[in-house]
């Protein structure tokens, strides 16, 4: 079953253009020129039941504006949206009904109150029965270990806490879809795994569907199966978190130390990154490089040291980022 | 339900808004102190003014304890319940509506009672200390309470019709504060004093001729169905126009990416 469904989808920004100087006086009482600025650019996808996808892109690729018009934050200029079967800029009320938002840079939670003032206002919020919200927030507070500082005010928590508390209150009315904005900014690595692994639980264990954007790729690599790179408003890649591994980490990163300075030869598929005295950095691409040919490029005797790596995954998105996935595919 | 659902909530934002300020003791009270004193000053010059005539157009310094009672009174009601109507502006201009819009709430309703004014308590208070000194009788404390409700109604409506220009104008609310604080000013003296074009104003957009005006003659003249009528009816038109106009500037909403939490 498509929790989400996006077609053509479109959000455009207009201002006025600004003028400096003399310009600034020039224009002073003439109509201004406007500014159109595509944030979201024609896009289509969509989001099984169960899913856990993550929806990543630099800053101001479009992403945040996708989101807020998922979650009926934002008007779209053009284009559809269904999100469990509701058209969010008409039936916000409803569905915000089944959603849960947890914001990285926008706390919900009143920070001079306690975390359980919080549950109970949210409670009231999403007209949950008191008997019940009792029950749930029992049982969330066992699930996320908040126990100990429940009854804390928030501003007194520490940022993983809070995210915690963040999440608690965003599960109380058993949502089925969860959007997760750099639910991780700032968090130190202790407290992102900790995070990483619940959002993974609701998703596993509660079957909620997962919406994810993040900066972090350990955050998507960890939590998503799926992934959608989007740049400048326009989806730039939408495959799993296997096939863009399997696709986009042929390459090699291959560092030898060699007893004496020798000089490698650059052939298709061998590009030497760097070289210092006896070190080599060199990048292979295994589509076209076999193993044996590497291995030719020097002598065995030479050879001290030797390691090889992966091109690490957020080299590969910061390469999608520029727009050069075509030359590494 | 919906209608209970929302009293509900309204409630408990006024409960959490308080306890969240009554941390903070001796300042919580100072806020009700000082705004008791405050409009205490404001009756010193019309004891004054009483000192040289006894009275304008026929109002005396009862008829302004009441009268300025009643506006403290309205002022009050609407800064407990609905202090974050007047915010609304900012929380356009710095695309901070964004916690309200997902959650199952009506948006205006949520944004406008999600904040509560402490020292509005001490304007509530005011208007029941005036009446004492006015000499009220039990009709005037029955017949209080209703008024303070839809005047605090009225002018919740006519500041959010104002805070919606936020959506179309950079710092639109400047214009929402100056009517915000027409209101308050110009419901303080008696109406005896203005003439026809000023009139109209009073009884449309700075509407404290519905507010305060009518509200006096209902206290003092006694219970008359077509005053109440009056009132209820320019109550609910404001009201439904500020809901209307708040869900059409929506769709111009931009969101922002500001890093905010709810202090």
């Known amino acids: 079953m498509k929790i989400i469904e996006v077609k053509n989808l479109q959000k455009t920004f207009i201002s006025k253009k600004k003028y400096k100087g003399k310009e600034k006086w020039k224009h002073l009482f003439k109509k201004k020129e406007k500014i159109i600025k595509k944030a979201v650019d024609d896009i289509s996808f969509s989001v099984e039941e169960g899913e856990s996808l993550a929806f990543i892109g630099p800053n101001g690729a479009g992403k945040s504006t996708t989101i807020k018009m998922l979650t009926g934050i934002l008007y779209p200029t053009s284009g559809e949206i269904k999100v469990l079967g509701y058209n969010p800029s008409k039936e916000r009320i409803k569905l915000s009904k089944e959603i849960g938002c947890v914001f990285g840079q926008k706390e919900q939670l009143w920070v001079h109150l306690s975390a359980m003032d919080n549950f109970l206002f949210v409670g009231s919020i999403y007209d949950i029965p008191k008997k019940e919200l009792l029950e749930r927030i029992e049982e969330l507070s066992s699930v996320f270990e908040i126990k100990d500082f429940i009854n804390q005010p928030v501003k007194s928590l520490s940022l993983g806490q809070r995210m915690k508390c963040e999440m608690v209150a965003s599960l109380l009315h058993k949502p089925k879809l969860l959007f997760f904005d750099e639910p991780t900014i700032g968090l130190d690595p202790i407290a992102k795994e900790t995070l990483r692994n619940l959002v993974k639980k609701m998703n596993k264990e509660l079957g909620i569907t997962i919406l994810f954007t993040s900066h972090d790729v350990g955050d998507i690599e960890e939590v998503c199966k799926r992934v959608i790179i989007i740049n400048n408003g326009k989806i730039m890649l939408d495959d799993s978190m296997k096939n863009l591994k399997y696709h986009y980490l042929n390459k090699k990163i291959v560092e030898v130390n060699l007893k004496k300075n020798i000089k490698i030869k650059e052939k298709e598929g061998i590009k030497v990154l760097k070289a210092k005295d006896t070190m080599y950095k060199i990048e292979v691409d295994m589509n076209i490089t076999s193993m044996d040919e590497l291995m030719g490029l020097f002598k065995a005797d030479d050879l001290q040291d030797i390691s090889i790596s992966t091109t690490p995954l957020e080299d590969i998105i910061k390469t999608i980022y520029r727009g050069a996935n075509d030359e590494m595919v | ?263």
């Open chain 2, 1 to 263: 339900m919906g209608v209970k659902n929302n009293l509900f909530m309204i409630f408990r934002y006024v409960k959490l808004n308080l306890k969240k300020q009554a941390q903070y003791k001796t300042s919580f009270a100072m806020q009700i102190v000082m705004m008791i004193l405050n409009n205490a000053f404001f009756l010193l010059q019309w004891i004054i003014v009483f000192n040289i005539t006894k009275s304008i157009g026929g109002y005396g310094f009862k008829e302004i304890v009441v009268l300025f009672g009643i506006c403290a009174g309205s002022y009050g009601v609407a800064h407990l319940f609905f202090n974050g109507a007047y915010k609304i502006g900012d929380l356009i201009y710095e695309g901070k509506l964004d916690v309200y819009l997902t959650q199952p709430k009506n948006v205006l309703l949520n944004v406008c009672s999600s904040s509560t004014s402490v020292s509005a308590i001490g304007d509530i208070i005011y208007c029941f200390i005036a009446f004492i000194i006015a000499g009220a009788t039990w009709w005037w404390y029955l017949a209080v309470i209703p008024v303070l409700i839809i005047g605090a109604l009225i002018y919740v409506g006519v500041v959010v019709c104002f805070q919606t220009l936020a959506f179309y104008i950079k710092r639109g609310n400047a214009i929402a504060d100056m009517i915000s604080s027409a209101i308050t000013q110009f419901g303080a003296y008696p109406p005896v004093i203005f003439d026809t074009v000023s009139k109209v104003l009073l009884y449309t957009i700075i509407p404290c001729g519905f507010m305060y005006f009518i509200p006096m003659e209902y206290i003092f003249l006694g219970f008359n169905i077509w005053w109440i009528v009056g009132m209820v009816a320019f109550a609910i038109f404001v009201d439904a126009l500020a809901f209307i106009l708040f869900k059409i500037g929506l769709k111009k909403y931009s969101s922002g990416n500001l890093i905010s939490g709810r202090l």
